[in-house]
């Protein structure tokens, strides 16, 4: 099988396409024929060698899943798999063929597109998770920080289903017309030095109830003065220069709840992840949510589909396009 291999840790240009055995489906796992794979933050930190205790043996195939068909079953797993669509969250997900578990598969809806199910196979179950834990209540004014990003696209689009008011924050025309696009209330550039300010005044002086922090480092200390006061500031990205540190008695003294439910706790139960993910693939069925698929390279482009990701020029979400 046609696959992507890392050696050694590096730069883009250490994914090197290679051909591989077909794996074999053991007791209790599925073979998935893939037809697309996302590519995440997290597939880039493993390949540059920066992703502490989640860092991979070498060499390995990159990638956490995509979206396919299954092929074939083990021992012990239900025959009906067989030619269904699903998506699929494990290792190795840039290559023609994956192994998971069967607890690790879910079906993908009837009227959905591979596409767009593997758009939302990681961001749709964080989204799905940080609004669950900290919901925006309507009327309520959120703002989202590196709005145009895979997750925080699909919070601004959560927020607004809930009748919330949006302020999307990003950096540059190209990724503000996007959000004007998903309906966000407001828009704020912030490569302006001033705008937090220019979230208060779209908020009407007040500040937003609710702040989703996908930038991290400055952008996010930014970001908490334009929360207001009594607000709720949650914390869960670290694109900007590492995850937002915010000075507990500033918090106090602003009464101010601040979330890191990414970093430092458990991660969610296969069972909570399984249902989230459920959860978002039903969604945008629906059409309540819309990825944003900014890119799609073939297999053997991964190096350049993470180039463009390290240097921002995604936006939304970027896939890999295995087969079909």
């Not at 989640?54 to 030619?83: I, K, Q």
């Not at 758009?119 to 609004?131: C, Q």
């Amino acid at each position: 099988m046609r696959a992507i291999q890392v050696r050694e840790f590096g730069g883009p240009e250490v994914l090197r396409p290679v051909e591989l055995p077909d794996p074999v489906p053991g007791p209790g796992q599925v073979m998935v024929d893939m037809a697309v794979t996302d590519v995440i933050y997290l597939d880039v930190m493993r390949r540059s060698g920066r992703a502490g205790p989640a860092a991979p043996s070498l060499p390995y195939v990159p990638g956490r899943g995509g979206a396919g068909r299954v092929h074939a079953v083990g021992e012990g797993v239900d025959p009906a798999w067989l030619g269904r669509r699903v998506v699929a969250r494990t290792d190795g997900g840039y290559a023609e063929r994956l192994l998971a578990a069967e607890t690790q598969i879910v079906p993908v809806p009837d009227d959905l597109g591979l596409r767009e199910a593997a758009a939302v196979l990681h961001d749709g179950g964080t989204a799905i998770g940080l609004f669950a834990e900290t919901p925006a209540a309507e009327g309520e004014w959120v703002l989202v920080t590196a709005a145009a990003g895979g997750a925080a696209h699909l919070l601004v689009q959560l927020a607004l289903d809930a009748g919330a008011r949006v302020v999307a924050a990003a950096r540059g025309e190209r990724k503000l017309a996007m959000l004007r696009g998903l309906g966000a209330t407001a828009v704020v550039d912030y490569s302006a030095p001033d705008w937090p300010a220019r979230v208060r005044e779209a908020t009407g002086g007040r500040g937003a109830d609710l702040v989703f922090d996908g930038a991290g480092g400055a952008y996010g200390r930014a970001a908490f003065d334009a929360v207001a006061d009594g607000g709720r500031f949650v914390s869960y990205g670290s694109a900007g220069g590492g995850i937002t540190q915010i000075d507990p008695e500033l918090a106090e003294r602003r009464k101010v709840t601040v979330h890191n439910p990414l970093f430092g706790g458990p991660p969610p139960d296969p069972a909570t992840a399984h249902a989230r993910i459920a959860r978002a693939l039903e969604l945008t069925a629906k059409g309540v949510l819309r990825p944003h698929i900014g890119a799609v390279y073939p297999l053997e482009q991964a190096a350049e589909a993470h180039r463009a990701l390290e240097e921002r020029r995604t936006l939304g979400r970027a896939l890999l396009l295995v087969s079909g």
